[in-house]
């Protein structure tokens, strides 16, 4: 059966929606979303002129990306609820969303928030990151990997494509459904790491791969060690 990236699928019965319907009994109030603008005004910042959407989603990511990508840029605002901020570089006129969300549920939601600079940014790239167990059909080679990259419409042609039946979720996958409806072009690409740690290693392919997107970002990663105890930052 041919499906189509971001295609929804309905059941062939009642049965999963009577099952959907009996488990929304009871369930908590979903949470309200709204930016919070770090201005002093805590007005909204206007900004149209975005070349480059750039989505960074995965656990224990903040350290890598605000010390290797956002060199300790301060976010324009904040989602009230989860964990998603955005960043802006007027110089290149890229604007990164950095995302550690872990409930499933809030994804759609949180992509909706971003519909507009979706919507007007010349490209969109989305980067998750996962564990590399989550990926179906590792090759030897791989598994002694720190970290290899799979694409979808990618646009670093070094990058292999992923294949079936491994799939993508979160605000990649959101984005990638809304631009493709608009009849626009995004990429996304699945870095596989072996360690939840991002270290000078795993994040070699990763820096080559923001380097090749355009994206102004160090050369080289070196993960701290904080004296005195058994933590890394």
Same mark, same amino acid.
């Given at each position: 059966?041919?499906?189509?990236?971001? +295609?929804?699928?309905?059941?062939?019965?009642?049965?999963?929606? &009577?099952?959907?319907?009996?488990?929304?009994?009871?369930?908590?109030?979903?949470?309200? $979303?709204?930016?919070?603008?770090?201005?002093?005004?805590?007005? +909204?910042?206007?900004?149209?002129?975005?070349?480059?959407?750039?989505?960074?989603?995965?656990?224990?990511?903040?350290?890598?990306?605000?010390?290797?990508?956002?060199?300790?840029?301060?976010?324009?605002?904040?989602?009230?609820?989860?964990?998603?901020?955005?960043?802006?570089?007027? &110089?290149?006129?890229?604007?990164?969303?950095?995302?550690?969300?872990?409930?499933?549920?809030?994804?759609?939601?949180?992509?909706?928030?971003?519909?507009?600079?979706?919507?007007?940014?010349?490209?969109?790239?989305?980067? @998750?990151?996962?564990?590399?167990?989550?990926?179906?059909?590792?090759?030897?080679?791989?598994?002694?990997?720190?970290?290899?990259?799979?694409?979808?419409?990618?646009?670093?042609?070094?990058?292999?494509?992923? +294949?079936?039946?491994?799939?993508?979720?979160?605000?990649?996958?959101?984005?990638?459904? $809304?631009?493709?409806?608009?009849?626009?072009?995004?990429?996304?690409?699945?870095?596989?790491?072996? @360690?939840?740690?991002?270290?000078?290693?795993?994040?070699?392919?990763?820096?080559?791969?923001?380097?090749?997107?355009?994206?102004?970002?160090?050369?080289? $990663?070196?993960?701290?060690?904080?004296?005195?105890?058994?933590?890394?930052?």
């Amino acid at each position: 059966m041919s499906v189509e990236f971001g +295609e929804i699928i309905e059941p062939s019965t009642r049965a999963f929606w &009577d099952d959907y319907d009996e488990s929304e009994d009871g369930a908590a109030p979903l949470l309200l $979303y709204e930016w919070d603008w770090l201005n002093e005004d805590n007005t +909204e910042q206007k900004i149209d002129n975005v070349k480059l959407l750039l989505i960074l989603e995965g656990q224990a990511i903040s350290s890598f990306v605000g010390t290797a990508v956002l060199k300790g840029r301060s976010p324009i605002c904040r989602l009230n609820n989860g964990s998603t901020s955005i960043y802006y570089n007027p &110089d290149k006129a890229t604007l990164i969303c950095l995302s550690e969300e872990k409930d499933l549920n809030n994804f759609g939601r949180i992509t909706e928030k971003l519909v507009h600079w979706l919507g007007s940014a010349e490209q969109v790239a989305a980067i @998750s990151f996962q564990p590399s167990v989550m990926h179906k059909g590792t090759s030897s080679r791989e598994t002694e990997e720190a970290c290899f990259i799979r694409a979808i419409n990618g646009q670093v042609k070094t990058i292999p494509e992923l +294949e079936a039946p491994n799939v993508i979720a979160g605000i990649s996958a959101g984005a990638l459904s $809304y631009r493709k409806f608009k009849d626009l072009e995004a990429s996304a690409y699945v870095c596989y790491l072996d @360690s939840s740690v991002l270290d000078s290693v795993s994040t070699k392919p990763i820096l080559r791969l923001l380097n090749s997107l355009s994206v102004d970002c160090d050369l080289s $990663y070196q993960l701290k060690f904080v004296d005195g105890s058994n933590l890394y930052v």
